[in-house]
C-alpha cells in the first residue's frame, strides 16, 4: 500500500494538483512516508477515478488549531463529508486529557494525546472501517503519539507530530527529531510501514541538486530556511519522503500560514 510502483497510490491531491507519488494528502507543508522505492524504479501514475480498497490508504492531514469540545470535532467530521478518507493526523488539539481513546456518535475511533494546559495536543482520527485493525495506541507526549494498525498484509505505524515553533530553541527540536528515529527504527524493526504527518514548522523549499531526489519532489515552496534544512537532511537520513513536495498543487494552496522565519 506504499510502494511507489502501485497504481492506486496516486491520488487527487488537495488543492486541485494531481500526484503520482503517493496517497498521503494533507493541507499542511509536510508529511513524511517511508521510501521504499528502488534506485531504478519509476513513480505511477494517478487513476482517473479513486476507488476504496486495501491497497487505496487515504490520509488527511491538519492542523486544528482546537479541537476542545466535541462540537469542533462534528465540524471536522463535516468537511469530511463526501470525501474519501481513513485517517486524520491532527496537530494542535489544544485538549487538556493527557491519552485518550473513544468512539465517536458516527463509529469512528479519536486518539488523542493532550496537555492539561489546554496547549499544544495530537490526535489520530480513524475511520471505523478500520476499528478492529487497531494493534496499540502510544501517546508519547503532547507533541507526539503514534497508532499501528494492521489487516491481511497490511502493518502500519501512523504518527502524528506537532514540532516546536521558531519561538523555542533547537534543543526542542532536536528532542523531537530524537523521539521520532526513536519511533521510526522500532517500526522498521517490525517490518511496519512508517507514515508521519506533521506541523514541522519549516520550510523545505523545493528540490536543490544538493538534495536527494528520493526524499524531495520539485512542488515545494520557493525558498528554505534553517530548520527546513534540517528536516531534508532527517528525511533523507531516515529515508524519509516529503510527500507534499511530489504533488503540484495551485500557489494559494502552497502556504497556509506565515510567520516567523528561522
Known amino acids: 500500500p506504499v510502494s511507489q510502483t502501485s497504481p492506486a497510490m496516486g491520488q487527487q491531491s488537495l488543492g486541485g494538483g494531481t500526484g503520482t507519488y503517493t496517497t498521503t494528502h494533507g493541507d499542511f507543508p509536510q508529511c513524511l512516508m517511508r521510501?521504499?522505492?528502488?534506485?531504478?524504479?519509476?513513480?505511477?501514475?494517478?487513476?482517473?477515478?479513486?476507488?476504496?480498497?486495501?491497497?487505496?490508504?487515504?490520509?488527511?492531514?491538519?492542523?486544528?488549531?482546537?479541537l476542545t469540545n466535541t462540537e469542533r470535532i462534528d465540524e471536522l467530521l463535516t468537511e469530511l463529508d463526501g470525501?474519501?478518507?481513513?485517517?486524520?493526523?491532527?496537530?494542535?488539539?489544544?485538549?487538556?486529557?493527557?491519552?485518550?481513546?473513544w468512539t465517536t456518535n458516527e463509529g469512528h475511533i479519536f486518539c488523542?494525546?493532550?496537555h492539561d494546559k489546554f496547549t499544544r495536543g495530537v490526535a489520530i482520527l480513524l475511520h471505523k472501517r478500520w476499528a478492529?485493525?487497531?494493534k496499540q495506541f502510544v501517546p508519547v507526549s503532547e507533541r507526539i503519539a503514534y497508532l499501528d494498525i494492521?489487516?491481511?498484509?497490511?502493518?502500519?505505524?501512523?504518527?502524528?507530530?506537532?514540532?516546536?515553533?521558531?519561538g523555542y530553541s533547537?534543543?526542542?527540536v532536536q528532542q523531537t527529531y530524537d523521539t521520532l528515529?526513536?519511533?521510526?527504527?522500532d517500526a522498521a524493526k517490525g517490518k511496519q510501514h512508517l507514515i508521519i504527518g506533521a506541523d514541522y514548522n519549516a520550510q523545505v523549499?523545493?528540490?536543490?541538486?544538493?538534495?536527494?531526489?528520493?526524499?524531495?519532489?520539485?512542488h515545494g515552496m520557493t525558498s528554505c530556511n534553517t530548520r527546513g534544512l534540517w528536516l531534508k537532511n532527517w528525511a533523507s537520513t531516515n529515508d524519509l519522503v516529503i510527500t507534499n513536495t511530489f504533488f503540484q498543487k495551485q500557489q494559494s494552496e502552497i502556504e497556509t500560514f506565515t510567520g516567523p522565519s528561522k
Do not use: C
Not at 528515529?181 to 527504527?185: A, D, E, G, L
Open 170 to 172: 533547537d534543543m526542542h
Open 150 to 166: 494492521s489487516r491481511k498484509k497490511l502493518h502500519l505505524r501512523l504518527v502524528t507530530t506537532y514540532f516546536p515553533h521558531s
Open 83 to 101: 470525501q474519501l478518507w481513513d485517517v486524520i493526523l491532527i496537530n494542535e488539539t489544544m485538549r487538556d486529557i493527557k491519552e485518550e481513546l
Open 35 to 66: 521510501n521504499s522505492r528502488p534506485n531504478n524504479s519509476t513513480t505511477a501514475e494517478a487513476p482517473q477515478q479513486p476507488q476504496h480498497q486495501l491497497d487505496n490508504f487515504i490520509i488527511f492531514h491538519k492542523n486544528a488549531r482546537g
Open 112 to 114: 488523542g494525546s493532550g
Open 181 to 185: 528515529t526513536t519511533i521510526r527504527r
Open 205 to 218: 523549499g523545493t528540490r536543490t541538486e544538493d538534495d536527494n531526489p528520493h526524499t524531495i519532489g520539485t
Open 132 to 134: 478492529r485493525s487497531i
